[in-house]
């Protein structure tokens, strides 16, 4: 009888304790990654440089948003705008250059080496 008691009082801890676990582990891991996901979505745009040209080509972001542009050519490549806005330094293979787009606007740019590569940034 009382081992009997105890036993079934022992599962009903361990149930417990595996509920409250489980709740626990799902509320800390819904929350989190759901706030980066959202953040990182509006703040960050890529743009590859590769076989002499920017991909994409014509890229849409909002105001804010901090633009990478990474060389992936084995040739030096640079990324300046056309009214000066922003000017990377000649970028080596793998290289990155980063502007911050707070102004609203069309803008131009193009590699300074090759001037056929061209590309643009539109900032809502
Ligand atoms: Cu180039």
Request: net charge positive; proline share 5%.
């Amino acid at each position: 009888m009382i081992r009997l008691r105890k036993t079934s009082w022992k599962t009903t801890d361990w149930i417990f304790c595996l509920a409250s676990f489980v709740m626990t582990a799902s509320i800390s891991f819904q929350a989190p990654p759901g706030v980066s996901a959202a953040s990182a979505a509006a703040g960050k745009a890529e743009v590859k440089i590769d076989n002499f040209s920017f991909s994409p080509a014509a890229l849409k972001v909002k105001a804010g948003t901090q633009i990478t542009w990474t060389n992936g050519d084995d040739i030096p490549h640079t990324v300046v705008s056309d009214v000066q806005a922003f000017k990377s330094k000649v970028l080596a293979t793998g290289e990155k250059f980063t502007f911050t787009a707070d102004k609203p606007g069309t803008y131009s740019y193009s590699c300074s080496i090759h001037p056929n590569m061209t590309g643009k940034v539109v900032v809502e």
